[in-house]
């Protein structure tokens, strides 16, 4: 099982990324997916949601109307389009893929700042 995620980097504050987890090794399409977060000294957060199908989405208040979710199962990837972005987005952000059991990506840092 592989959960890979790309597309962090450093971006100025109202800037945006889209980033990439590319799954493999299990039923992608059977999986819940979920975009996590963790900011230095704090804990992890729930950041997005997006069923097996992708016909639900769910967002944490802080980022409802500047990030979207959405996933291809066809190729076996979710996304995170970020916009609008401030320097609290700042963090390292994890794929998370689940249904009975769970699947965790190693994380890409976002880093927004002037």
């Known amino acids: 099982v592989q959960l890979v995620e790309s597309g962090g980097g450093l971006v100025q504050p109202g800037g945006s990324l889209r980033l990439s987890c590319a799954a493999s090794g299990f039923s992608f399409s059977r999986y819940a997916m979920n975009w996590y977060r963790q900011a230095p000294g704090k804990g992890r957060e729930l950041v997005a949601q997006?069923?097996?199908?992708?016909?639900?989405?769910n967002y944490v208040d802080s980022v409802k109307g500047r990030f979207t979710i959405s996933r291809d199962n066809d190729k076996n990837t979710v996304y995170l389009q970020m916009t609008s972005l401030k320097p609290e987005d700042t963090a390292v952000y994890y794929c998370?893929?689940?249904?009975?059991?769970?699947?965790w990506g190693q994380g890409t840092q976002v880093t927004v700042s002037s």
């Open positions: 998370n893929a689940r249904r009975w059991d769970s699947y």
């Open positions: 997006i069923t097996d199908a992708g016909t639900k989405t």
